[in-house]
């Protein structure tokens, strides 16, 4: 299971932390990502990381403005968002996917996901 958190209302130019818990796998084992969806549009990948953490890939538009990472204990993956603006508003989610199938943001190959969290960005 995924449970994604961490959504709420902020500032243009604010900051806000997501999060996901994983439970029921091995996360190493599995590759994660934070995918986001507005409204009227396709859902998008925003980041991904290997299940060990040791590799991340980010969409070229928000490279720079967001981290993934990994707490291992926690079994939980983190994204970071900074200088958050109004196109941000969406719904957040974090999906699973077998580290065979690679870093990416193939919806096809991820058949795990949590339920979202939204974030709105408005002043």
């Known amino acids: 299971q995924l449970q994604a958190s961490g959504g709420g209302l902020v500032q243009p130019g604010g900051s806000l932390r997501l999060s996901c818990v994983t439970s029921?796998?091995?996360?190493?084992?599995?590759?994660i990502a934070w995918f986001r969806q507005a409204p009227g549009k396709e859902r998008e990948g925003v980041a991904c990381?290997?299940?060990?953490?040791?590799?991340?890939h980010y969409a070229p538009s928000l490279k720079g403005r967001v981290t993934i990472s990994r707490d291992r204990d926690e079994k939980t993956i983190y994204l970071r968002m900074n200088n958050l603006k109004p196109e941000d508003t969406a719904v957040y989610y974090c999906a699973a996917t077998p580290a065979s199938m690679g870093l990416g943001f193939d919806l096809r190959v991820y058949d795990n996901w949590g339920q979202g969290t939204q974030v709105t960005v408005s002043s």
């Open positions: 990381i290997t299940g060990t953490g040791a590799y991340t």
């Open positions: 029921g796998f091995t996360l190493d084992a599995y590759n």
